[in-house]
Nanobody, 130 residues
Framework: EVQLVESGGGLVQPGGSLRLSCAASGYTASEFCMGWFRQAPGKKREGVAATNIGHGIARGMVNYVDSVKGRFTISRDNAKNTIYLQMNSLEPEDTAMYYC???????????????????WGQGTQVTVSS
């Protein structure tokens, strides 16, 4: 069974940085996508960033929600089966529970919608406050 374990959340001041990690295990797919999502209290879960993990022509494709472009970077370490979300210039509006998710469809499209993703981590809290 696919397991995703996030870490790296915490409390940070506005303008600060955090790096989230998501360690994946239990999968056999070689072509798939992974993404970061967030959900603030009272709001819908939204896609933040996604990347293609495979080795084909879509390898390395990334997608970001407009509100984080230029501030957040999604990356991966295939040897460690881990993806990261480097978050810089954090704003109070970035406060949310952050989730890692996997879309094991080999034709995945680095979507920021939640419905293609069928495996989710437990989440890690990010709070941006002075």
């Amino acid at each position: 069974e696919v397991q995703l374990v996030e870490s790296g959340g915490g409390l940070v001041q506005p303008g600060g940085s955090l790096r989230l990690s998501c360690a994946a295990s239990g999968y056999t797919a070689s072509e798939f996508c992974m993404g970061w999502f967030r959900q603030a209290p009272g709001k819908k879960r939204e896609g933040v960033a996604a990347t293609n993990i495979g080795h084909g022509i879509a390898r390395g494709m990334v997608n970001y929600v407009d509100s984080v472009k230029g501030r957040f970077t999604i990356s991966r370490d295939n040897a460690k089966n881990t993806i990261y979300l480097q978050m810089n210039s954090l704003e109070p509006e970035d406060t949310a529970m952050y989730y890692c998710a996997a879309d094991l469809d080999p034709y995945c499209t680095v979507s920021l919608r939640t419905d293609p993703y069928n495996h989710w981590g437990q989440g890690t809290q990010v709070t941006v406050s002075s």
